[in-house]
């Protein structure tokens, strides 16, 4: 069924530009040529009231461009039933109905040239045909018991074909000529779209070399006599560089949410909140670019009734911003002014916003809407009005033009009230594509908020240890978390610590945590709870038992309301680290360059890939930052030749050197690429300093603690969870049948039993070789064993001493003896277990 919708969709664009004159053809056509058949050339069979059927079916046809949205919805199907009646149908009868006399089959001839003028698909054309010559057949044969073939002369078939493929193929290229026009117009609009990221990038680089200079933005209301210019001076050029960079942001979603829309695709929903409209458009009206002061004045707000609605504050702006500067194109028009006003009823919100400007004529209130119809304004491209009512769409609105030719335009946006049923479908959508990690060791209350957070149609992941959290934070992008303070292992204050640090992850998801809402999760006194959330980097907690009022206000907070991002104190890893910028953009070059040099970076330039490779060979980096688009290498021809270390004879960290990779695109086959390339991460440009410094604090500390497993965190404090573990232990199967199984599909009773053999002899000797170790206090030796034993026995399935070894490794591993005194004898406790158990399963 979608695909027939489309189908109709597209037949009807191709026929609109004629629409109305095939249909006022038909509504004039049918009724004239009775006359011309039954008086002035007089025909076996004529019938009136089928013509004038036909007439009155194509009466709609004509007024096709006048149809207000909901109509033009519903007349693809019309069009597509009404066509097969009028033609097909229609000639196919009068044709059988005169006995295939000459007349007629020269009509029906006309009749399906006419056709595929109107249609452009080969394949709808013949089963229209067909079902119509069909249908017209039984009809004939119901109403005269028989079908005549009297005056029929074989020959017509041939010269049907010919005429109806010929009429196809010109079609055809007249389509092919259309859909070529349609296409250039996307690509030269996405390209300026593109082109626009330039400037942007430009203007973006001179914010932050400002910026860079400048000190750091003062906590305090205090003058420092260290500065050159006032505190106050010094928070308003801050504010201002804020302000500037918040503009170029959303001037790039503007852009991304454009070509998005050009590409085929939905205003993204993603990003919708909670928006108040005085506030909106009072701050859409400030951050208006007015050519002339004097233009702002033209502009009054009326606010009858203020009210929130659900959508996105930059594409909001830019549906205001384009209504002001199509209005503001006439103000030189004599009394000209503009009014915006705010109200709200039973049914919705509503803001309108007229303008004394010369009009828009009735018949192109509807097109202006179009995508590429431009009216009355030379240098547009048609897309503004087009993208402003698929953003209103997808705010679950409406944008129409009333207009008085020579007095005044209004657009009206109508809004749903906030708590309406089509936003309730809206967040929910939103909320089906959003993923929660519970962790918490009492299973009711996981299962509670479990249960919560599916009524609220989130995803959710459960984790019943803050191990298990912090694994599967490790592997997973979470929107939000709920984490219990009190867990064994690791408990929450500790998890969050690491999550929050940026070590040990993924670099897109350790930036990603960085800010992302944590909620804890506590029966413990307010007071200490609140100390505990801060200290660790939790935004807020709740105290147990926690209700589904609690859960859906914390989801509305941090989902749908402009709630700021909890700060994070980031160690700063940057001081002293070389870093290799390649870029082909001399700017941009110069832009990250001072940036970095202000945190302490030495910086190494090359113009292309190949002279980054040159480069990397007589000088050792910590990080490189790589452009994508350059001549002579781009970044993923370099990246690869980096991995493969083809190049270089000196340079040895090639395969582990962190890449970032600096790209203006961003779509998933460009991420494909970079990543199949070897780089590490990729940020977007323009590339804004905060983002930087970010990523690269987050890679170089991934790059620093690679070789660090999660539990080495918590072995900095080996006393907590320990009791536990050597407690737990106890309880460990002694051997993991699996494992065993496995192994004896391979190879059978023989390779186990040599395997067994194989463990006993070697692990016997480790037993010894452990013991001279302790009591020469070798720890390097000792930790070389232990990784053996650990080895050796989860190979072979020995459980039980694999987990023991495992735990004992990880203080080896840091330089530290096990946590419990009576380890080695508890080691030796388990292997005798381990031999008994083996022996027992080798003999059965």
Not at 363 to 387: D, V
Not at 694 to 714: D, G
């Amino acid at each position: 069924m979608m695909i027939l919708k489309q189908k109709a969709l597209d037949i009807v664009e191709h026929a609109e530009p004629n629409l109305s004159i095939i249909g006022l053809f038909g509504v004039l056509g049918y009724p004239a040529y009775y006359i011309i058949w039954t008086y002035i050339f007089p025909q076996p069979y004529e019938n009136l009231q089928l013509r004038l059927l036909c007439a009155a079916i194509s009466l709609p046809w004509v007024f096709y461009r006048f149809y207000p949205k909901p109509l033009k919805d519903y007349f693809p199907l019309y069009f597509f039933i009404s066509l097969f009646f009028v033609i097909p149908f229609f000639f196919s009868f009068m044709m059988l109905k005169n006995e295939w006399s000459e007349v007629w089959s020269m009509s029906l001839l006309s009749g399906l040239f006419l056709l595929t003028l109107v249609l452009f698909d080969w394949v709808i054309i013949c089963l229209i045909t067909g079902a119509g010559f069909i249908a017209a057949y039984f009809t004939v044969f119901l109403l005269d018991g028989q079908v005549s073939f009297n005056h029929y002369h074989p020959e017509y078939i041939p010269i049907f074909l010919f005429s109806i493929s010929g009429g196809i193929v010109a079609n055809h290229k007249r389509e092919l000529a259309h859909k070529t026009k349609i296409s250039f117009l996307r690509s030269l609009s996405g390209s300026i779209a593109h082109e626009m990221r330039n400037p942007l990038n430009s203007i973006t680089n001179a914010i932050a070399l400002i910026q860079a200079r400048l000190p750091e933005k003062p906590e305090n209301n205090s003058d420092n006599e260290s500065y050159s210019i006032s505190n106050h001076g010094l928070v308003s050029i801050h504010n201002v560089i804020k302000d500037s960079s918040n503009t170029l942001n959303r001037a790039n979603k503007i852009i991304d949410s454009i070509l998005t829309s050009m590409e085929g695709g939905k205003v993204p929903t993603r990003g919708f909140i909670c928006i108040r409209s005085d506030s909106a458009i009072d701050a859409a009206i400030d951050n208006f670019p007015f050519h002339d002061p004097e233009e702002k004045k033209l502009i009054r707000v009326n606010k009858i009734k203020d009210f929130y609605f659900f959508g996105d504050r930059d594409l909001f702006f830019y549906v205001l911003f384009n209504l002001l500067k199509n209005a503001i194109f006439y103000k030189n028009k004599p009394g000209f002014g503009i009014e915006i006003t705010t109200d709200t009823n039973d049914s919705g919100n509503s803001i309108k916003v007229r303008d004394t400007g010369p009009g828009i004529s009735a018949n192109k209130r509807e097109r202006i809407f179009e995508s590429f119809y431009t009216s009355n304004k030379a240098g547009g491209n048609g897309l503004g009005l087009s993208f402003c009512r698929r953003v209103i769409d997808a705010f679950g609105g409406k944008i129409v033009c009333d207009s008085k030719e020579g007095k005044w335009t209004e657009f009206t946006i109508t809004l749903p009230k906030y708590d309406s049923k089509k936003i309730r479908e809206i967040k929910d959508k939103i909320l089906r594509g959003k993923k929660i990690l519970i962790a918490d060791d009492q299973t009711g209350n996981r299962m509670i908020l479990a249960k919560y957070i599916s009524e609220l149609h989130c995803q959710f992941d459960l984790a019943e240890n803050g191990s298990q959290a912090f694994s599967l934070l490790s592997k997973k992008r979470y929107d939000l978390i709920f984490m219990d303070y009190e867990m064994p292992f690791l408990n929450g204050d500790h998890v969050v610590k690491l999550i929050r640090s940026a070590r040990d992850i993924n670099p897109s998801l350790a930036l990603h945590y960085l800010y992302a809402p944590i909620i804890g999760i506590t029966a413990l006194h307010e007071t200490e709870a609140e100390s505990r959330a801060r200290k660790c980097g939790m935004n807020e907690f709740l105290i147990k038992p926690v209700k589904k009022i609690q859960v859906s206000q914390i989801l509305e907070k941090y989902f749908f309301t402009e709630e700021p991002s909890i700060t994070n104190n980031r160690d700063d890893v940057l001081n002293g680290k070389r870093i290799l910028l390649v870029d082909d953009n001399e700017t941009s070059r110069k832009f990250m360059t001072m940036v970095l040099q202000h945190y302490g970076c030495c910086i190494g330039q090359a113009v292309h890939g190949r002279a980054a490779i040159d480069y990397l060979e007589k000088e050792d980096f910590d990080l490189v930052l790589m452009d994508i688009e350059m001549p002579v290498m781009n970044g993923i021809e370099a990246a690869k030749a980096i991995r493969s270390g083809t190049y270089f004879n000196r340079f040895i960290s090639y395969k582990t050197i962190p890449i970032i990779a600096l790209t203006g695109n961003t779509d998933e086959q460009s991420s494909l690429s970079i990543q199949e390339a070897g780089m590490n991460y990729h940020l977007s440009k323009p590339v804004f300093k905060d983002e930087l410094i970010s990523a690269i604090n987050v890679i170089l500390k991934n790059s620093t603690f690679a070789n660090k497993a999660m539990n080495n965190h918590q072995s900095h404090k080996p006393e907590q969870g320990n009791a536990e573990f050597w407690s737990a232990v106890e309880s460990e199967k002694i051997l993991d049948r699996s494992i065993i199984n496995s192994l004896q599909e391979i190879g059978g009773d023989e390779l186990i039993a040599t395997l067994f053999e194989t463990f006993i002899a070697d692990s016997d000797n480790l037993i010894k070789k452990l013991t001279d170790a302790v009591a020469e206090k070798d720890m390097k030796h000792f930790d070389h064993l232990m990784h053996t034993f650990k080895g050796s026995s989860g190979s072979v399935g020995a459980n039980k001493i694999y987990v023991l070894t495992k735990h004992i490794n990880e203080f080896s591993r840091v330089g530290k003896w096990p946590d419990n005194s009576a380890w080695m004898q508890i080691l030796t406790t388990v292997y005798a277990e381990t031999i008994k158990e083996m022996q027992k399963l080798y003999s059965a």
